[in-house]
């Protein structure tokens, strides 16, 4: 029996998002009330998050009450014709938070998923999340390990810049009764880092002794395994024509074709080289992605719950190298 000695290992870790990565803080802003659509002199659309307290002032200055305000809110759901009439000679950036750049021009949806921010305003990947994720992509070989697993991780916030932020409309590619994939019933609007965007947090094994991985480039291996036999089941099920050829829309081969190149594009970036990892982390994450899915379902198990109605998945964002 091998007699480990207990040590601690720490290291600065370099993240860089390789699709746009989204991870909600709870927050559900609504159009025309907490967030407005604007297009720039350029032709560019952007998204501004409303600073209330700011907004309100400017209002009430050009003599809008707090009454007439509410009464409009209550008739039309909104009040950005307010904003439009009375507040056209001031520029909008008075009174935002924030504005990010709306990727698909107008959104058409009425919500917005905003991103989580840290005290001073930055959008970050937090420690837990990153936790969470390497909890999903270890927990089929650490089986009876599970209840420890955590205790000797501990990780940080990743923080990134405002301005490496996009508005997305997110595709959800479904099976479903529907004769299409592409599921627009359920249109969200989403604040996500982009991708390309680098940041860097810190990882601890405070006791390599005790984790079922007695260093960070074990860790990173398995990681790796976890996601390139995920990715490698995504990429076999939509590569079998006869899953999907009774949808003859045109724009579901699109997007079906654009999902296999990305997943295709992503699991070229998972290397033998240690000192690198692909990981999935943040919304939208589809079946095979959840906790718990050690074993994922077959391309005939899949397709039986389309009877079912049941929705399944497959927009594959948020992963990071």
């Given amino acids: 029996m091998e007699n480990r000695q207990a040590?601690?290992?720490?290291?600065?870790?370099?993240?860089?998002?390789?699709?746009?990565?989204?991870?909600?803080?709870?927050?559900?802003?609504?159009?025309g009330f907490e967030y407005l659509e604007k297009k720039d002199k350029n032709g560019s659309y952007y998204v501004h998050v409303l600073n209330q307290k700011e907004l309100f002032k400017e209002l009430l200055d050009k003599g809008i009450t707090i009454e007439k305000l509410t009464s409009e809110l209550a008739k039309n759901g909104s009040i950005e014709g307010y904003v439009k009439t009375n507040l056209k000679?001031?520029?909008?950036?008075?009174?935002?938070?924030?504005?990010?750049?709306?990727?698909?021009?107008?959104?058409?949806?009425?919500?917005?998923?905003?991103?989580?921010?840290?005290?001073f305003g930055n959008p970050i990947i937090p420690g837990s999340s990153i936790k969470g994720a390497i909890h999903t992509a270890i927990l089929s070989a650490v089986k009876g390990k599970e209840k420890d697993l955590l205790k000797f991780?501990?990780?940080?916030?990743?923080?990134?810049?405002?301005?490496?932020?996009?508005?997305?409309n997110m595709t959800l590619l479904?099976?479903?009764?529907?004769?299409?994939?592409?599921?627009?019933?359920?249109?969200?609007?989403?604040?996500?880092?982009t991708s390309g965007e680098e940041s860097d947090f810190v990882i601890k094994i405070s006791d390599t002794s005790a984790f079922p991985y007695h260093s960070i480039e074990e860790l990173f291996k398995q990681i790796n395994s976890t996601t390139e036999r995920i990715l490698q089941s995504e990429i076999d099920f939509w590569e079998k024509e006869d899953n999907w050829n009774e949808f003859d829309n045109e724009g579901d081969y699109k997007l079906v074709y654009s999902y296999l190149r990305k997943c295709k594009e992503i699991r070229k970036k998972i290397t033998s080289d240690k000192h690198s990892?692909?990981?999935?982390?943040?919304?939208?994450?589809?079946w095979r992605f959840i906790t718990g899915c050690t074993k994922p379902?077959?391309?005939?198990?899949?397709?039986k719950y389309r009877k079912k109605d049941m929705i399944n998945t497959y927009s594959f964002q948020n992963l990071v190298e």
């Fill in 7 to 31: 040590t601690t290992e720490r290291k600065h870790i370099k993240i860089q998002t390789l699709t746009p990565v989204h991870i909600g803080s709870g927050e559900v802003l609504q159009k």
């Fill in 89 to 119: 000679d001031v520029p909008i950036d008075y009174y935002s938070q924030r504005y990010i750049l709306l990727v698909n021009q107008k959104s058409g949806a009425n919500e917005l998923r905003s991103h989580i921010h840290d005290g």
């Fill in 153 to 168: 991780l501990k990780i940080s916030d990743a923080s990134f810049e405002q301005e490496g932020m996009d508005a997305l």
């Fill in 174 to 193: 479904n099976i479903r009764q529907s004769n299409s994939f592409d599921d627009t019933s359920k249109k969200q609007l989403v604040e996500a880092i």
């Fill in 277 to 286: 990892c692909v990981l999935r982390i943040g919304n939208s994450n589809g």
């Fill in 297 to 303: 379902p077959t391309a005939s198990e899949l397709l």
